[in-house]
């Protein structure tokens, strides 16, 4: 991995962390404190805890769509300071419904999908799976994290502080934007000229992209609703103060991380992604039916979260290394998007959804969420194995007018994609390894001044 890469999964995967546990520190301590605020129901309160879904949901799209067209920084950047003023409004709340349009307003900062589409951009083909997974662990492990921090701080800070840490991370997070690589994305089919729906329809024809959709969907709303109804469980069955749960989420944080790294690495140097993924969603379905069977006892949610978690970090490991081989070169961002919609449209139905099963006995509870992820195991069982690709890194040469060469290269046969980081004199190729020919290597190493292993 170079020094440019290095850098971009630094930033962007610093970036990821801050708002993650930013944004899910809220969730395992707010079905407890929410009452505090005016006008609090169960309704409104998991209302509340899943709203900045629903915001993530509507404007990820857009904003990924227009990052397939205009520079992904500028976005990225509108998006964290959305972020920001919406946890300063959560932070200054005195009622329920104007902490409700902080998490929407803080929902509406979408750029997970354009983060990702930026570090695809600036990593080759062949570390970007590796990139991507990173980035996977890197926001399994801060949701984790702010589920066990925030119970510990809310007694320190109360539920405003967490909102004004919320703000304060946004603020971090805009200045690690700075050091992360500003590519020039060079396409061999321009979208100037494709209408949005054009984009969106070449993404949505792709079957196992929907499916990726679907299992992000499903497991983030199953994910929110459990710690919508967790607290209070853990408070009846095992005595724990909202606190003292963060001390039980950790161990089990990192049991459950260091149980699925193995997996992970089987699944992307064994090629096995699919069957690891199947069978990461298989463990979460039974996880779920066991807290449903044992969620009177200590041992059943402990074992049950355990296993939910170990299923939790494969998912979200291998889903963005999933995405970024299969969708298209040119709409990355927009397949990165919609995957990210459905993870946040599915925070949103998960945060009401455990608002009103708080309602309902735990063996309803907890079977309606085992019964959610049973159905979108059976609906993605027909995704088919991620295609591996290739891709090569050249210098570029010095003294050069970057645009001409960049069109140079481009109209090499075999090459599909380039991303150039004038900064740095480096350039990614994305290669057709079916379509190049003796002419076309030798070309590429004229243009690049040096000899190729292609």
């Given amino acids: 991995m170079n020094s440019v890469e290095k850098k971009a999964i630094l930033g962007v995967g610093g970036i990821f962390a801050l708002r993650m546990i930013g944004l899910f520190m809220i969730v395992p301590v707010f079905s407890v404190y929410g ?7 169960p309704l409104l309160i998991g209302l509340a805890v899943g709203v900045y879904g629903l915001g993530q949901a509507i404007f990820q799209i857009p904003m990924s769509l227009a990052a397939d067209k205009f520079p992904r920084k500028p976005i990225i950047f509108l998006g964290l300071t959305l972020f920001a003023l919406g946890g300063i409004i959560a932070a ?17 900062g979408a750029v997970s999908a354009v983060l990702m589409a930026l570090l695809a ?3 080759r083909e062949e570390m970007r799976t590796k990139a991507m997974a990173t980035m996977g662990l890197t926001i399994a492990t801060s949701i984790m994290l702010a589920f066990a921090f925030g119970p510990l701080l809310v007694g320190s800070v109360g539920i405003s502080g967490l909102f004004w840490l919320t703000s304060g991370f946004a603020i971090l997070a805009m200045v690690l934007l700075f050091i992360v690589p500003t590519p020039l994305r060079v396409l061999k089919h321009n ?18 992209l929907n499916r990726l ?17 967790l607290p209070h469980q853990l408070s009846d069955v ?16 990192f049991i459950g991380f260091a149980v699925a790294i193995p997996f992970i690495i089987i699944a992307e140097k064994k090629r096995k992604m699919r069957q690891v993924f199947l069978g990461a969603i298989a463990l979460m379905t039974a996880a779920l039916a066991l807290l449903a069977l ?7 949610i402990i074992l049950g979260l355990l296993l939910y978690f170990m299923g939790f970090n494969l998912l979200e490991a291998t889903i963005p290394s999933w995405i970024s081989k299969r969708a298209p070169v ?15 449209f599915g925070a949103f139905v998960g945060g009401a959804m455990g608002g009103v099963l708080l309602t309902q006995p735990n063996l309803m509870a907890w079977g309606v969420l085992a019964v959610i992820m049973a159905t979108a195991l059976l609906l993605i069982i027909p995704i088919a194995q991620p295609p591996y690709l290739s891709s090569t890194t050249v210098t570029i040469p010095k003294n050069i007018d970057i645009q001409k060469w960049s069109q140079q290269m481009l109209s090499v046969e075999g090459v599909d994609e380039l991303v150039v980081m004038a900064k740095e004199q480096v350039a990614y190729l994305k290669l057709d390894k079916s379509q190049l020919t003796d002419r076309s290597r030798q070309e590429l190493s004229h243009l690049s001044d040096s000899r190729l292993d292609i």
């Fill in 92 to 108: 200054n709340a005195t009622d329920i419904y104007q902490v409700i349009i902080g998490r929407a307003l803080a929902g509406s």
């Fill in 238 to 253: 095992l005595g724990l103060s909202v606190r003292q749960q963060g001390l039980v989420y950790l161990p089990l944080l």
């Fill in 121 to 123: 951009d600036v990593t």
């Fill in 330 to 344: 040119a709409n990355k961002a927009t397949a990165m998007g919609l995957n990210s919609s459905s993870q946040f």
């Fill in 294 to 300: 044992g969620s009177q006892l200590g041992a059943g």
């Fill in 213 to 229: 959709h679907m299992s992000m969907f499903a497991l983030h709303l199953t994910m929110t609703a459990i710690f919508v109804i």
């Fill in 35 to 41: 009452n505090d605020y005016m006008h609090a129901t």
């Fill in 191 to 208: 979208l100037d000229n494709k209408s949005i729906g054009q984009q969106l329809a070449s993404v949505l024809k792709i079957g196992d």
